[in-house]
């Protein structure tokens, strides 16, 4: 019985596949071989064998050399980065400065791989800040937080208490895309954080607003999930001043769970209600 071999898969078909993976972009131009060593300490040859020629198989190509890792893609330890971070953002006077302060630094990975830097939109002058977990790909291609799917429902929401984005200032705890959207580690948060603690203190709005559970746990220092913390207040301290922060869901999660914009909706209403009463 003859077996015939499969046929090989169509470019359509490969595309789907990767699409189905995550791959929803490309990194370079050219592939890496990220399992090869870099700066590899080379083996001690005996002397009687240095001195023989190598004698290379005329049938068999000599193998390309294997390309290195670009130094801008190692990272430093985490520590380092970390404490490099916070020594950074606190010298930050004003979010022109931080903005600039981010696009130099380099002790988050997220950063070689991503398009552009995600910082914020809206006005810096706000009495209210949204804050989200990470960009996606449409933010990531347009260097804006929010302007995908989610973004379009996020503006529907503030629009709801009468808020654009003239009125408020959004943003997320990490600046760049993870590939692939994936969730963004632990320590990539940690590195994170001091740059957007430091971001709240110089908007200084009266509400603070965190879009999901990743962000509410990062910036409220709360392990609870955010069903059981959304529409709660907490106190948020900058070190100089408190400010009131609420928890709500991440448009994203209400894109694909509907029935929890009811819930949503109550606590928009409580946001709208604060910002009433610091005004009076």
Not at 75 to 102: K, Q
Request: net charge neutral; hydrophobic share 40%.
């Amino acid at each position: 019985m003859t077996v015939m071999p499969e046929p090989a898969p169509t470019l359509k078909e490969l595309l789907a596949f990767y699409l189905e993976a995550g791959v929803d972009c490309a990194l370079g131009d050219e592939p890496i071989d990220r399992l090869a060593e870099v700066d590899a300490v080379p083996a001690v040859v005996p002397a009687a064998a240095a001195t023989r020629p190598v004698l290379q198989n005329p049938l068999r190509p000599a193998p390309p050399p294997m390309p290195a890792v670009p130094r801008s893609e190692i990272t430093v330890a985490p520590e380092t980065a970390i404490a490099s971070a916070r020594e950074a953002a606190r010298t930050a006077p004003t979010l022109e400065a931080l903005r600039s302060l981010l696009e130099t630094f380099d002790g988050c990975a997220l950063k070689h791989t991503a398009t552009k830097l995600v910082f914020a939109d809206g006005n810096p002058e706000a009495r209210v800040m949204f804050v989200g977990e990470a960009p996606g790909r449409d933010e990531d291609i347009e260097g804006l937080p929010f302007v995908g799917r989610s973004g379009k429902l996020l503006d529907r929401m503030i629009a709801a208490i009468g808020l654009d984005r003239r009125s408020a200032y959004i943003t997320n705890v990490i600046p760049w895309r993870p590939p692939g959207n994936r969730t963004p580690t632990p320590q990539e948060t940690q590195v994170c954080l001091p740059f957007i603690q430091r971001q709240i203190e110089l908007v200084n709005p009266d509400v603070l607003v965190t879009l999901g559970n990743p962000s509410t746990q990062a910036l409220l220092s709360t392990r609870e999930g955010i069903m059981r913390t959304r529409g709660k207040w907490f106190d948020y301290d900058t070190g100089t001043r408190s400010i009131r922060a609420i928890a709500t869901f991440h448009p994203a999660y209400l894109l694909r769970s509907p029935s929890y914009k009811k819930m949503t909706w109550l606590d928009l209403r409580a946001i709208a209600k604060a910002l009433q009463a610091t005004t009076t």
